[in-house]
């Protein structure tokens, strides 16, 4: 099973070009990535990896969206927005 990670990143010189991402990855056996702390974490881990092989892009934020079979399984619940992770910033 499969979740995405979706970056929101821009280019570093020219800060006004910005898209998304999708990144796919296999799920997490300890928790999946609708879990905040698993996003946080997971994200965090592909945003590097992302800007090592892009590196005249900077990532702004990124989400986390749950697998078609999550989807489906929370039809019936009330709809909710992904959860946004702040890319940290080296003033932090």
């Keep these: 099973m499969y979740e995405t990670i979706i970056l929101a990143v821009c280019l570093a010189q020219t800060q006004s070009i910005c898209k998304e991402v999708n990144i796919s990855v296999e799920a ?20 590097q990896m992302w800007i090592a092989e ?12 749950a697998s078609h079979q999550d989807l489906m399984l929370r039809d019936d619940l009330v709809e909710r927005g992904p ?3 702040r890319a940290p910033t080296l003033t932090e």
């Design 28 to 47: 997490d056996p300890a928790g999946s990535l609708h879990l905040p702390f698993h996003c946080a974490r997971r994200g965090q881990m592909e945003a």
């Design 83 to 85: 959860t946004l992770h």
């Design 54 to 65: 892009n590196p005249s892009w900077h990532v702004e934020r990124w989400s986390c969206q």
